[in-house]
């Protein structure tokens, strides 16, 4: 059972450059968040997603965008990048009730320059 | 809206001492609680919740958590620290209200140092 899967671990980019972070589960489960981690800053949500077809924004949503085609898939897109994009970013994933936990990727170390 | 507090961002404590790492929330309507640990480059391993019930938890490797309604807490704690518990830790609540997203809020982490 391999959880919450992200790719790639690491990425440089230029600035201006677009990517697309890849998260997959495999654990059925229905919502999907990615987060981003700055030093010192804990995690702050960027979107999230109840379902197929289904998301909406988190606290930090600017300058990303995502799609929720399929339960397992929810990728995160950087359009144009910008140096303030530099951080972890983590996906993860929950069944979907009130008392139930995340599950996390490893994470995808993005740099921009 | 619901936040999250861990006031120290660092406790240093010895090894075979006992650990506290502290955490305040607010939410507006009852609160499900959960602390987190994450390893230098991993992702974030969950280690225990508080749902409902008795107000002391128990988690994984030996961890465990007391909710106090009162003073809005949830600390962790472990009666004797170990290297290996060095890590960086996070408090997070989820609302049972207005949550659309059943998601959780984090707060900004501790890092545990224990020292042989």
């Known amino acids: 059972n391999a959880g919450v899967t992200q790719t790639p671990k690491f990425r440089i980019l230029k600035i201006g450059q677009s990517m697309t972070l890849q998260c997959t589960q495999d654990?059925?489960?229905?919502?999907m968040y990615w987060y981003r981690q700055d030093p010192g800053m804990g995690l702050k949500l960027i979107y999230y997603s109840v379902g197929a077809g289904i998301t909406d924004k988190g606290e930090v949503p600017n300058g990303y965008n995502v799609s929720r085609s399929t339960t397992e898939d929810f990728p995160l897109r950087l359009e144009l990048a910008a140096p303030s994009q530099t951080s972890v970013y983590f996906c993860a994933s929950t069944d979907g009730t009130l008392t139930g936990e995340l599950f996390f990727g490893e994470g995808s170390r993005l740099t921009v320059l | 809206a619901q936040s999250v507090a861990q006031p120290e961002d660092q406790v240093n404590v010895a090894e075979g001492n006992p650990l506290t790492v502290k955490c305040t929330y607010s939410v507006s309507g009852n609160p499900y609680l959960f602390w987190y640990v994450q390893y230098p480059n991993r992702g974030l391993q969950f280690l225990l919740k508080?749902?409902?019930?008795?107000?002391l938890v128990k988690g994984s490797y030996g961890f465990e958590a007391e909710f106090n309604k009162s003073q809005t807490s949830f600390h962790l704690k472990k009666p004797s620290a170990l290297v290996s518990d060095s890590a960086l830790y996070f408090c997070a609540v989820r609302d049972m209200n207005n949550n659309a997203g059943n998601m959780l809020t984090f707060g900004g982490g501790t890092r545990l140092m224990v020292k042989p």
């Open positions: 508080y749902i409902t019930g008795d107000n």
């Open positions: 654990m059925n489960h229905n919502y």
